[in-house]
């Protein structure tokens, strides 16, 4: 069962690999901000492999530990470019309280 869980943490570290050079080479912020979630999420799948394979219960938390931050990072990520990029061509404000 370890020789599995090893084959399957060696994967998880090939993907990490692949969103760091992801994160490292953009071409733009949503793509780099695509490849931390993935960072993220793969993190916390090798952690928790790795905390079945040592038999280390203390690396579950730290699996949930990163969980909460790539949330936040996402939602910091979100209210940051999102009012920026506007579908209807407004700056935010109505039209009404332009013309008041």
């Not at 979630?37 to 799948?45: I, K």
């Not at 910091?76 to 506007?86: D, E, G, I, L, Y």
């Amino acid at each position: 069962m370890t020789a599995v869980l090893n084959a399957v943490a060696a994967i998880l570290l090939f993907t990490l690999l692949v969103a760091l050079v992801r994160i490292w080479r953009g071409p733009d912020p949503a793509d780099r901000m695509l490849a931390s979630q993935l960072f993220g999420t793969t993190g916390v799948g090798f952690l928790l492999v790795l905390s079945e394979a040592l038999e280390a219960p203390a690396l579950v938390d730290v699996a949930l530990t990163l969980a909460l931050l790539s949330v936040l990072a996402l939602v910091a990520f979100v209210t940051r470019v999102a009012p920026s990029v506007s579908g209807d061509g407004r700056s935010g404000s109505n039209e009404e309280d332009r013309n008041a």
